[in-house]
T-cell receptor
Framework: DTEVTQTPKHLVMGMTNKKSLKCEQHMGHRAMYWYKQKAKKPPELMFV???????INESVPSRFSPECPNSSLLNLHLHALQPEDSALYLC????????????FGQGTRLTVV | QQPVQSPQAVILREGEDAVINCSSS?????VHWYRQKHGEAPVFLMI?????EQKGHEKISASFNEKKQQSSLYLTASQLSYSGTYFC???????????FGGGTRLMVKP
């Protein structure tokens, strides 16, 4: 199984809502990542988890709150988002936190209204 | 700082070759290449570590010039399935904290 599964595939939320994005992998990978991708732009790194600990936060606003409950699961909690936060949110995993192949999920397309 | 990719877009006929370049102003630990088709996840192609190695994967190969901080992706005898956006990702210190270039849109026509 070389899949990274993200749910939901699409999400529309209001600026006062609270929602969560979910990412799951069963490859035994110990590093997991959140990326944000705007249309026709490259992915931008948001967070890195290594062995379930937050290792990197790329100056992401606090309205985005990551969580890694276990080695297979990564969540991104969303609260009080702005319309400019609308984007494709990609989760990725790699065997370890190092320069190695990363597997990406299909992403969650988020629209903030 | 974002690496610079060139060209931004290229159109090929099936069987033609293409080269995509990726250039950084910073010393790199590694360069990663991904392909993303519309509406799909980026798919890993290869990693090149500093040392100037060249790698190949079927008809796709890449090189990394550590002195110039440049990498090139070579697509030979292109197939329709090669269409997509190619991103190079640069890693400064083996942390897999990739900064992706702006992408190169490749379209292969029959």
């Amino acid at each position: 199984d070389t899949e990274v599964t993200q749910t939901p595939k699409h999400l529309v939320m209001g600026m006062t809502n609270k929602k969560s994005l979910k990412c799951e992998q069963h490859m035994g990978h110990r590093a997991m990542y959140w990326y944000k991708q705007k249309a026709k732009k490259p992915p931008e790194l948001m967070f890195v988890y290594s062995y379930e600990k937050l290792s990197i936060n790329e100056s992401v606003p606090s309205r985005f709150s990551p969580e890694c409950p276990n080695s297979s699961l990564l969540n991104l909690h969303l609260h009080a988002l702005q319309p400019e936060d609308s984007a494709l949110y990609l989760c990725a995993s790699s065997q370890v936190w190092g320069s190695t192949e990363a597997f990406f999920g299909q992403g969650t397309r988020l629209t903030v209204v | 700082q974002q690496p610079v990719q060139s060209p931004q877009a290229v159109i090929l006929r099936e069987g033609e070759d293409a080269v995509i370049n990726c250039s950084s102003s910073k010393a790199l630990y590694s360069v990663h290449w991904y392909r993303q088709k519309h509406g799909e996840a980026p798919v890993f192609l290869m990693i090149l570590l500093k040392g100037g190695e060249q790698k190949g994967h079927e008809k796709i190969s890449a090189s990394f010039n550590e002195k110039k901080q440049q990498s090139s992706l070579y697509l030979t005898a292109s197939q329709l399935s090669y269409s997509g956006t190619y991103f190079c990702g640069t890693d400064l210190n083996a942390g897999n904290m990739l900064t992706f270039g702006g992408g190169t849109r490749l379209m292969v026509k029959p």
